[in-house]
Structures are given as structure tokens and as C-alpha cells.
């Protein structure tokens, strides 16, 4: 018997991917480098399934149909160059290599054009959902050798997540490093999302003085309505868990996040793309700044400020009462602008890369088993379907009668947190990038103007046209030599 796919690395992830496939009616050849692990799964989880033990990576490809699939989920970086230079030798020309692991997506770039020079075709894969969706279903993102896919489609589309309209949560996203752009934006997302959430949170238990169980029932109401989420549904249960003693168990977690990396990744691309990523970068800052705990201590000591002893104090329950729904109205907008984003910088990147992405199969893939799934996909489906070339998402028609409805909410809810002394940089950098998106004019003038004081890099004139570069003697004595125009 020979097997479908080959696997390598039986971790969380690796081993409820392979359960995945042999349920699914895939036989997998699986292969570990702790031959323990190996032993561990085939004797336990594995056991009288479709399943090949391969000791060796020898082992692994003489047990593989041809042309072979070898998938791969192991620790990003030069793990997977090594595995992949021990691999090359034991494959033959048209044979598959695929990483489904976290990689950065230029070293995917590196890794497909490299293969292609020695016949082989490369496939890196954003896989999302977790633990529970690699058993179950996860959401799919695969990119590379576009020659690779119709071999892989099946196994693919098999167990991947189902959206609610029955659709596979899986489609093909471009060539090179493709994949796993969009998945590194997909986590970019999830990060901005679980920071407005914790936002929200905090405002609601420091300043509206909610018990946790009044709040696990608001984000579980929220859930129902259009903030229906898995990031939501989540903290509802959360929020109603208690420890051994009665107490809420999210008050005995240290409040020092931990990140893999996927968040700055998103941010440096959006630095070379030029464009404003502003609520995903602060989030990705947030992290860094809860895992400086000692030095916050530090400065509570120094700057004492509590958001009950500030303006208004804790609020009473009426009043908090009807806070609520403007609660719910930031989130969303934020919520809004946190995708607004990311798929702006899909847009440039596509571009830049020549991946020709598809907005519209990209929501409709995150609708289920990723951790971002949301109700409000559907309509980013739309939206992008309706317009392709839709230059952001806060243009549409939808979502712009939606942040214009919720703004108030927002606008009022970001300025109660400041004046009770709250940190929300998710939620007001949200509320910063909209103002100046939507503003005709900003002052940038002024500081065009000081950069042609001091480094004569000229300025454009309003009552000119566009691409006229201008300069000034601004001191008297100053020459006419400017410096190149050009923006990085």
C-alpha cells in the first residue's frame, strides 16, 4: 500500500492535520524527527488507522504515490531549509514539497523559485484554526507552484472547514510566497481584533464596573447580533469561567501577552507597501508594552492613576447600562477599520508581487475554521465581488453606512477611556486613521514645508498640477540645488 501524502512533524498541529486527512480517506505516511513522538502517535491517536510509519525521510518517500506530496509543519525558519535540503536528494522532478508552518512569506518566495531550478514544486500554505481546526476543518491559504494545485485540490478541499452555505474553506491564493502573505495578514487581523475585544473589556470592568458575569452575557448578546464571531463567542466563556475558589480566572492571569512573530511580520510589510496598518501595528505595541510588566509597576508607583478615582468615577448601573450599546458601536467600527486595513495592504502587496489575489475568495475562505471567522465576512465577499478594484473596504457602500451609523458610539466611547485615564491604542488609532482618511486636507502641508527648509526635497503647490515639484529659499541664502523626490 502506498500512501496519498507524506507528513512531517507530528506536533499539535501536525498530528490533528494527519487525523484529518486519514479521516477524511487519505492514507499518510507520517515521519518525526523524534522517532519517540512517532512511536507515541502510531501506538496511540494512530493506531489502526491509514496510517505508514516512516523512520526515516527515506522511508517517508519510497512509501509515497507518484508523483509525491510531502507536507511539512515544523518551526519556521532554517528548520525548514534543512528538511528541505534533505528531502531534494530522495525526490524526483514534478514531486511536491509543502510548508504548512508560519513561514515568512519572502523566504516561501526564496524557497518556490530555488525548487523550481531542480523541478520540484514548492507550496506554502497559511493554515488557520488552531488545534481544534486542524482536526475539523481549518482554513487553507496555499501559494506557490500553481502546477502543484490540482494535485493537491482534493486532499485540500477535503479537510478543510465548511462555511455555513457549505462551501470549502480552502482556494488557491497565487504564486510564490502568496499563501502565506495572506495568512501572515490573516494573523495581522487577529491581533487587532483580540486587542479591540481586550479594550472593550477593560473599559466595561474599570470604568462601567460590569461583574464579569454581566459582562460574559453582553460580548454572548454581542455574539448573536452582527459582532458574531469566534473571537467574541470565546470571550463570552471566558468572561463566565471560574477558578477553583469561585473567582473569575481571567483575573488570575498575568497581564503580559506573548507573540510568535506573524504580527511585526505584517507590520514591516505594510512599512514597505507605504501603507497605514495603524490599528494592527499598535496592537502588535500593546503586546510589547503588557510584556514590560516590571517597568509598569514601576510606573504605577510613580504616576498613580486609577480609572475609578478619575472623571466620574465608576459608573453607577443605569448609567453603565446605557453605555453599553456605544460599546458595542466602537467595537464594530473598529472592528471595520482593523479589515479595512488588511486587505488594503493585500491590494498593494497583489500588485506589488503580481499575485492577483481575490478579495472576495479570500473573505470567503476566513468564514470558517480561522480564528477571525465573523458573520460580517459575507458582506466583505460581497463588497469585493460587487467592486474588485475597490481601492478599501470603507468606501463600500455597506461598511460605509455602518462606520457612519457606529461613529458616534465610537467617537464617545475612545474619549470617555481617555478621560478616565484607560489605554485603548487599538481603538483610538482606529478612530485616527478614519478622521484622517476621510479628511480632503491635512497638515502635512506644514511638514512638507519644513522638509524643503531643511533638506530642499521640494513640495507641490495646491493651485499647480499634481507631479510640479517647488522649492523655496526659505532663509535668503539659501541655493537652488533641491534633492531627489521620492517616497519609500
Known amino acids: 500500500m502506498k500512501a496519498d501524502i507524506g507528513f512531517i512533524g507530528l506536533a499539535v498541529m501536525?498530528?490533528?492535520?494527519?487525523?484529518?486527512?486519514?479521516?477524511?480517506?487519505?492514507?499518510?505516511?507520517?515521519?518525526?524527527?523524534?522517532?519517540?513522538?512517532?512511536?507515541?502517535?502510531?501506538?496511540?491517536?494512530g493506531k489502526g488507522k491509514r496510517f505508514i510509519r516512516a523512520e526515516t525521510l527515506g522511508d517517508l518517500v519510497q512509501s509515497l504515490e507518484t508523483p509525491r506530496k510531502v507536507m511539512m509543519m515544523i518551526?519556521?525558519?532554517?528548520?525548514?531549509?534543512?528538511?528541505?535540503?534533505?528531502?531534494?536528494?530522495?525526490?524526483?522532478?514534478?514531486?511536491?514539497?509543502?510548508?504548512?508552518?508560519?513561514?515568512?512569506?519572502?523566504?516561501?518566495?526564496?524557497?518556490?523559485?530555488?525548487?523550481?531550478?531542480?523541478?520540484?514544486l514548492f507550496v506554502g500554505s497559511g493554515i488557520s484554526g488552531g488545534e481544534e481546526g486542524a482536526l475539523n476543518g481549518p482554513s487553507l491559504m496555499p501559494g506557490g507552484a500553481a502546477a502543484a494545485w490540482p494535485a493537491l485540490r482534493d486532499i485540500f478541499t477535503a479537510i478543510s472547514a465548511k462555511a455555513p452555505d457549505g462551501a470549502p474553506c480552502c482556494a488557491w491564493m497565487g504564486s510564490g510566497g502568496a499563501g502565506h502573505f495572506?495568512?501572515?495578514?490573516?494573523?495581522?487581523?487577529?491581533?487587532?481584533?483580540?486587542?479591540?475585544?481586550?479594550?472593550?473589556?477593560?473599559?466595561?470592568?474599570?470604568?462601567?464596573?460590569?461583574?464579569?458575569?454581566?459582562?460574559?452575557?453582553?460580548?454572548?448578546?454581542?455574539?448573536?447580533?452582527?459582532?458574531?464571531?469566534?473571537?467574541?463567542?470565546?470571550?463570552?466563556?471566558?468572561?463566565?469561567?471560574?477558578?477553583t475558589d469561585g473567582a473569575p480566572l481571567v483575573e488570575r492571569i498575568l497581564d503580559a501577552a506573548g507573540q510568535k512573530g506573524t504580527g511585526k511580520w505584517t507590520g514591516i510589510a505594510a512599512l514597505d507597501e507605504g501603507t497605514p496598518l495603524t490599528l494592527i501595528v499598535e496592537s502588535v505595541f500593546a503586546r510589547c508594552l503588557s510584556a514590560q510588566k516590571d517597568t509598569r509597576l514601576e510606573a504605577a508607583r510613580l504616576f498613580p492613576v486609577r480609572a475609578d478615582s478619575g472623571p466620574g468615577g465608576r459608573m453607577g448601573a443605569a448609567e453603565a447600562e446605557a453605555w453599553i450599546p456605544r460599546?458595542?458601536?466602537?467595537?464594530?467600527?473598529?472592528?471595520?477599520?482593523?479589515?479595512?486595513?488588511?486587505?488594503?495592504?493585500?491590494r498593494l502587496a497583489s500588485a506589488t508581487h503580481g499575485w492577483n489575489l481575490d478579495f472576495a475568495s479570500i473573505a470567503r475562505i476566513w468564514r470558517g475554521g480561522c480564528i477571525i471567522r465573523s458573520v460580517f465576512l459575507d458582506r466583505i465577499a460581497e463588497s469585493f465581488s460587487a467592486k474588485p478594484d475597490l481601492l478599501n473596504l470603507a468606501l463600500s457602500p455597506y461598511f460605509s453606512g455602518e462606520l457612519k451609523e457606529a461613529e458616534e458610539g465610537w467617537r464617545e466611547t475612545v474619549g470617555m477611556a481617555v478621560s478616565s485615564a484607560l489605554p485603548v491604542p487599538a481603538l483610538a488609532s482606529a478612530l485616527s486613521w478614519f478622521d484622517g482618511f476621510r479628511s480632503a486636507a491635512l497638515p502635512a502641508n506644514l511638514l512638507q514645508a519644513q522638509r524643503d527648509y531643511f533638506g530642499a526635497h521640494t513640495y507641490e503647490r495646491t493651485d499647480r498640477p499634481r507631479g510640479e515639484a517647488f522649492h523655496t529659499?526659505?532663509?535668503?541664502?539659501?541655493?537652488?540645488?533641491?534633492?531627489?523626490?521620492y517616497s519609500i
Not at 460599546?327 to 493585500?346: M, P, T
Open 473 to 485: 529659499d526659505w532663509t535668503g541664502h539659501g541655493g537652488s540645488t533641491t534633492s531627489s523626490t
Open 14 to 45: 501536525g498530528e490533528n492535520l494527519v487525523l484529518n486527512m486519514e479521516r477524511n480517506g487519505f492514507t499518510v505516511a507520517v515521519h518525526n524527527k523524534t522517532t519517540a513522538t512517532l512511536d507515541r502517535f502510531i501506538e496511540g491517536r
Open 327 to 346: 460599546l458595542r458601536d466602537a467595537l464594530y467600527a473598529a472592528k471595520i477599520v482593523s479589515y479595512a486595513q488588511g486587505f488594503e495592504l493585500l
Open 182 to 243: 495572506v495568512k501572515m495578514v490573516h494573523n495581522g487581523i487577529e491581533y487587532g481584533d483580540m486587542q479591540i475585544v481586550s479594550e472593550i473589556y477593560w473599559i466595561m470592568k474599570e470604568r462601567l464596573g460590569l461583574s464579569h458575569d454581566r459582562m460574559s452575557a453582553v460580548f454572548a448578546e454581542w455574539n448573536r447580533g452582527r459582532l458574531d464571531s469566534y473571537l467574541i463567542g470565546i470571550t463570552a466563556e471566558i468572561l463566565a469561567k471560574k477558578d
Open 75 to 120: 518551526k519556521a525558519g532554517a528548520a525548514v531549509d534543512q528538511v528541505i535540503g534533505n528531502l531534494v536528494p530522495l525526490l524526483s522532478p514534478g514531486d511536491t514539497i509543502i510548508d504548512g508552518g508560519n513561514s515568512n512569506f519572502n523566504d516561501t518566495e526564496r524557497r518556490t523559485a530555488e525548487l523550481a531550478e531542480k523541478g520540484i
